[in-house]
């Protein structure tokens, strides 16, 4: 079983930046894929950003693109998502979800552990 925690959420001005982190317990990211989703409020839950912990390989979803970065700490063994230049569209709860593989994966459905969320607010 994995637990995922999400970290970082809060309330930022447009333009502005913020640093979200996924923690696993309960065994490492080693062999996972690692996704960050959110969900505005009426709307469904759309994939942000993937990546592949042992290759480190990425994708990312065309509206985060140039603006966002995932990546991970081995020996924290956490997910981080870097947010630059953010806009109001932004706001949303995001979670970290995980699932054992090597390629990247953008369909929640996929996904077998999911974290409670954190909150994002971007004002304008």
């Known amino acids: 079983q994995v637990q995922l925690i999400e970290s970082g959420g809060g309330l930022v001005q447009a333009g502005g930046s913020l640093r979200l982190s996924c923690a696993a317990s309960g065994r490492t990211f080693s062999n996972y894929v690692v996704g960050w989703f959110r969900q505005a409020p009426g709307k469904t839950r759309e994939f942000v950003a993937t990546?592949?912990?042992?290759?480190?390989?990425?994708y990312y979803a065309g509206s985060v693109k140039g603006r966002f970065t995932i990546s991970r700490d081995n020996a924290k063994n956490t997910v981080t998502l870097q947010m630059n230049s953010l806009k109001p569209e932004d706001t949303a709860v995001y979670y970290c979800?995980?699932?054992?593989?090597?390629?990247?994966?953008?369909?929640?459905?996929?996904?077998?552990?999911w974290g409670q969320g954190t909150q994002v607010t971007v004002s304008s």
């Open positions: 990546i592949t912990w042992n290759s480190g390989n990425t």
């Open positions: 979800a995980a699932k054992g593989g090597f390629t990247t994966v953008t369909t929640g459905a996929l996904y077998d552990y």
